[in-house]
Nanobody, 124 residues
Framework: QVQLVESGGGLVQAGDSLRLSCAAS????????MGWFRQAPGKEREFVAAITRNGGNTYYLDSVKGRFTISRDNAKNTVYLQMSSLKPEDTAAYYCAASGRYSGYVLRTQYDYWGQGTQVTVSS
């Protein structure tokens, strides 16, 4: 079992930056690939970014490439999502998730554990 707790969300203006954190407890954090998803009101939860166990590979939703950066610190059992040049369309609840898979990280079904989410609101 892995418990995930997100933090760092808030209300920002377009063009601002924000860093989300996700602290993990329970089983060995480094045993899991980690991902970030988001869900806007009335929309499906969508993949945003993922990072492999040792941080060697990262994956991004096309619309966030160049603006968002996923990273992890296995010593701190934490994964981060650095978001810059935020846009109103980035407004959503952001969730981190842990996957025991060794490939394929863009589908919700590929993740085993989820956090409760943190809200990000970007005003224009």
């Amino acid at each position: 079992q892995v418990q995930l707790v997100e933090s760092g969300g808030g209300l920002v203006q377009a063009g601002d930056s924000l860093r989300l954190s996700c602290a993990a407890s329970g089983r060995t954090f480094s045993s899991y690939a980690m991902g970030w998803f988001r869900q806007a009101p009335g929309k499906e939860r969508e993949f945003v970014a993922a990072i492999t166990r040792n941080g060697g590979n990262t994956y991004y939703l096309d619309s966030v490439k160049g603006r968002f950066t996923i990273s992890r610190d296995n010593a701190k059992n934490t994964v981060y999502l650095q978001m810059s040049s935020l846009k109103p369309e980035d407004t959503a609840a952001y969730y981190c998730a842990a996957s025991g898979r060794y490939s394929g990280y863009v589908l919700r079904t590929q993740y085993d554990y989820w956090g409760q989410g943190t809200q990000v609101t970007v005003s224009s």
